[in-house]
């Protein structure tokens, strides 16, 4: 079975995506797993240069995502972007190349009718220039949060988005290559080095 690592763009207690996110992983079919973005440095590229030892969290959030078969990332939007921690977690990934060909999906819920369309289309940006594979059938936005979750359980409680939510993890899961239906011979894309390159040759076109 899949297993599923995903990121919250809040560092709120009592977040609605927070609750978004616990719903979601339950309604995951395969091991399911989160890790706090809070504890990561600032995104510095002198440490992350040819051989750097990476910082402690740096280096257990790739290690989680490298272990996981797709990705999860549940977010609000700040000021019609993309939450700085989850930003920042993203940069350190960029030349790790951890998120390469991974099937990823993105949730945003906001309180406004808007579903936080802002972060979720940046989000995606972002991670297809990371050429992770964003799955569109397993994104979301979540309009209108407050009355759907419980936040004090940190579950949603809405019963059409939890079915929404349901249908979205299970696009997320089928886009996972099985084993056997795996390519024979890796893409050159696929090292660290040649992601870095590639960051930077579509940066520069
Ligand atoms: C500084 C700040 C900026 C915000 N900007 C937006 C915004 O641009 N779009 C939006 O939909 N919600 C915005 N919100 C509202 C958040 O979506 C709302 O606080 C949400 O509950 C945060 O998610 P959480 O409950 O998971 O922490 C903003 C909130 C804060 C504190």
């Known amino acids: 079975m899949p297993r599923l690592l ?22 995951f079919d395969g091991p399911t797993g989160t890790t706090d973005l809070g504890a990561l440095p600032h995104f510095n590229p002198d440490l992350d240069g040819e051989g750097a030892t990476p910082p402690g969290p740096v280096a257990a959030l790739r290690t989680a995502v490298a272990a996981a078969d797709a990705l ?24 790790s190349g951890e998120c390469v060909d991974k099937p990823v999906a993105v949730i945003t819920a906001s309180p406004f009718p808007t579903g936080g369309d802002h972060a979720n289309a940046q989000l995606r940006e972002t991670l297809r220039m990371m050429t992770g594979t964003v799955v569109a059938d397993a994104c979301r936005e979540i309009p209108a949060i407050g009355p759907k979750v419980d936040a004090a ?7 059409p988005t939890l079915a929404d939510l349901r249908t979205a993890m299970t696009h997320l899961a089928a886009a996972v290559p099985r084993p056997d239906k ?5 893409e050159a894309r696929t090292t660290p080095a040649a992601v870095a390159e590639t960051a930077v040759a579509e940066t520069a076109g």
């Open 6 to 27: 995903a990121l919250s763009g809040s560092l709120r207690a009592r977040s609605s995506n927070g609750a978004v996110l616990r719903s979601a992983l339950e309604l």
């Open 72 to 95: 999860l990332l549940v977010s609000p939007e700040y000021a019609h972007g993309v939450p700085g921690v989850l930003k920042n977690a993203l940069d350190w990934l960029v030349s």
């Open 153 to 159: 359980a940190e579950r949603v409680t809405d019963g």
């Open 182 to 186: 795996a390519p024979t011979a890796p």
